[in-house]
T-cell receptor, first 116, second 116 residues
Framework: AQSVTQLGSHVSVSEGALVLLRCNYS??????LFWYVQYPNQGLQLLLKYTSAATLVKGINGFEAEFKKSETSFHLTKPSAHMSDAAEYFC??????????????FGAGTRLAVHP | GAVVSQHPSRVICKSGTSVKIECRSL??????MFWYRQFPKQSLMLMATSNEGSKATYEQGVEKDKFLINHASLTLSTLTVTSAHPEDSSFYICSASGWGGIYGYTFGSGTRLTVV
């Protein structure tokens, strides 16, 4: 079954430092990949998505992610963390389907803390 | 951009009563809607998928008679938690997908249900 693994349930960085949130998927065929952000008691906001076009995907708020097929990874990065980036981040995948609905499968999430 | 409105944002109900949560797509036709449940500090668990005019497809372990889903139009889906009990207390989030849903999903802002 298709799954997505987020390494590190908690990541803490200093303001201005590089943000790196890791995501690996399990599939022999590249799926569609997404990163979402969730602030407390809110829904999810799409940061970026990979849909088999460019492997380096730029998203909102300065985030970007690179699809690496050889590593089955889709890590999220931001060059300089801001205090407002503190939130929960979810990597999600829509596996290649053979009938049925396109279902988003979420990773366990990574809580990003940004300290002064 | 695509907007999904979810109401209410918070609801407190007595044990044994039923609660209805609405999810509306405001500026697009939502051919498919998904309902998720999220426990504190956990990821999103897909409960069911519904296509407009069809019966919902429930994930394994989700009680169909407990969580009634209606998707009667292309802009509205409802989740009714019937005979709610304290263990049903959770954060419920809907998401909607329009035509060509592989390009991502728009999430509602979530509903915090507390059953007392």
């Amino acid at each position: 079954a298709q799954s997505v693994t987020q390494l590190g349930s908690h990541v803490s960085v200093s303001e201005g430092a590089l943000v790196l949130l890791r995501c690996n998927y399990s599939s022999s065929v590249p799926p569609y990949l997404f990163w979402y952000v969730q602030y407390p008691n809110q829904g999810l906001q799409l940061l970026l998505k990979y849909t088999s076009a460019a492997t380096l995907v730029k998203g909102i708020n300065g985030f970007e992610a690179e699809f690496k097929k050889s590593e089955t990874s889709f890590h999220l990065t931001k060059p300089s963390a801001h205090m407002s980036d503190a939130a929960e981040y979810f990597c999600a995948v829509i596996p290649p389907i053979s009938g049925g609905y396109n279902k988003l499968i979420f990773g366990a999430g990574t809580r990003l803390a940004v300290h002064p | 951009g695509a907007v999904v409105s979810q109401h209410p944002s918070r609801v407190i109900c007595k044990s044994g009563t039923s609660v209805k949560i609405e999810c509306r797509s405001l500026d697009f036709q939502a051919t498919t809607m998904f309902w998720y449940r999220q426990f504190p500090k956990q990821s999103l668990m897909l409960m069911a998928t519904s296509n407009e005019g069809s019966k919902a497809t429930y994930e394994q372990g989700v009680e169909k008679d407990k969580f009634l889903i209606n998707h009667a139009s292309l802009t509205l889906s409802t989740l009714t938690v019937t005979s709610a009990h304290p263990e049903d207390s959770s954060f419920y989030i809907c998401s909607a997908s329009g035509w060509g849903g592989i390009y991502g999903y728009t999430f509602g802002s979530g509903t915090r249900l507390t059953v007392v």
